[in-house]
């Protein structure tokens, strides 16, 4: 707020002091060049359009919320740093949601964001094996927290399936099986993690624990 009101009051004395063509001195602090930096998943273009409003605006009077109106648009930007270069460059500086999974709801699919917020699916290589999540977003948060609650390597999960007797099937990278009742599974979990790499259980496929105190191995 400083800076600003200390070039407007710069700009307020070369106006009172130079009267030849004073508007190409205000016209100097139009916006003409904007430059994003960190962004890996969206294109410096399509972020570029969502700001095509502001090109050749003035610097000086630019406000940020208006900025934040505009890119706020795509729902994979998390949040941004503003820096104004004068005379006419705006920076950017963008922090990205990073996805953890594919959520495919109601023949839909958006992202799952380390946030657990949903965000527009799109094909992107970097995140072409994240495992898949059949169910809704809420049901899905409460089975991460619990998930991390433990420590339970989420590497390891290539599908998640709810059904709806409230209850998930996870199925792991190696094919494995984990059928979870529908309440109190915590324990289950850090069964199957104590049995999982014991030899004697290295031929079974399906690791049932829906019924309470029993482990049906298949």
Same mark, same amino acid.
């Given at each position: 707020?400083?800076?600003?009101?200390?070039?407007? *009051?710069?700009?307020?004395?070369?106006?009172?002091?130079?009267?030849?063509?004073?508007?190409?001195?205000?016209?100097?602090?139009?916006?003409?060049? +904007?430059?994003?930096?960190?962004?890996?998943?969206?294109?410096?273009?399509?972020?570029?359009?969502?700001?095509?409003?502001?090109?050749? $605006?003035? *610097?000086?009077?630019?406000?940020?919320?208006?900025?934040?109106?505009?890119? +706020?648009?795509?729902?994979?930007?998390?949040?941004?740093? +503003?820096? $104004?270069?004068?005379?006419?460059? *705006?920076?950017?500086?963008?922090?990205?949601?990073?996805?953890?999974?594919?959520?495919?709801?109601?023949?839909?699919?958006?992202?799952?964001?380390?946030?657990?917020? *949903? %965000?527009?699916? =799109?094909?992107?290589?970097?995140?072409?094996?994240?495992?898949? %999540?059949?169910?809704?977003?809420? =049901?899905?948060? $409460?089975?991460?927290?619990?998930?991390?609650?433990?420590?339970?390597?989420? =590497?390891?999960?290539?599908?998640?399936?709810?059904?709806?007797?409230?209850?998930?099937?996870?199925?792991t990278i190696n094919k494995k099986? +984990?059928?979870?009742?529908?309440?109190?599974?915590?324990?289950?979990?850090?069964?199957?993690?104590?049995?999982?790499?014991?030899?004697?259980?290295?031929?079974?496929?399906?690791?049932?624990?829906?019924? $309470?105190?029993?482990?049906?191995?298949?």
């Amino acid at each position: 707020m400083k800076k600003r009101l200390i070039i407007a *009051l710069l700009l307020l004395i070369s106006l009172s002091t130079i009267t030849l063509k004073p508007g190409i001195i205000i016209s100097q602090f139009n916006i003409n060049k +904007i430059i994003i930096e960190n962004n890996f998943l969206l294109s410096e273009k399509d972020i570029k359009k969502l700001l095509s409003p502001i090109y050749e $605006k003035n *610097l000086l009077f630019l406000r940020n919320k208006e900025i934040k109106k505009m890119i +706020i648009q795509n729902n994979f930007i998390d949040s941004f740093n +503003i820096k $104004k270069i004068y005379p006419n460059t *705006l920076k950017i500086h963008i922090f990205e949601k990073k996805p953890i999974a594919i959520l495919h709801y109601k023949k839909k699919k958006f992202f799952i964001s380390d946030k657990l917020d *949903l %965000v527009d699916f =799109s094909e992107l290589p970097d995140y072409s094996n994240l495992p898949y %999540v059949f169910g809704n977003k809420e =049901s899905f948060k $409460k089975l991460y927290y619990n998930l991390n609650k433990i420590n339970f390597p989420l =590497s390891l999960i290539k599908k998640y399936t709810f059904y709806k007797t409230d209850r998930w099937d996870l199925e792991t990278i190696n094919k494995k099986i +984990i059928k979870l009742p529908s309440k109190d599974y915590l324990k289950n979990l850090e069964n199957y993690l104590n049995l999982k790499n014991k030899k004697e259980f290295k031929n079974y496929n399906i690791f049932d624990y829906r019924i $309470k105190n029993q482990l049906i191995l298949k």
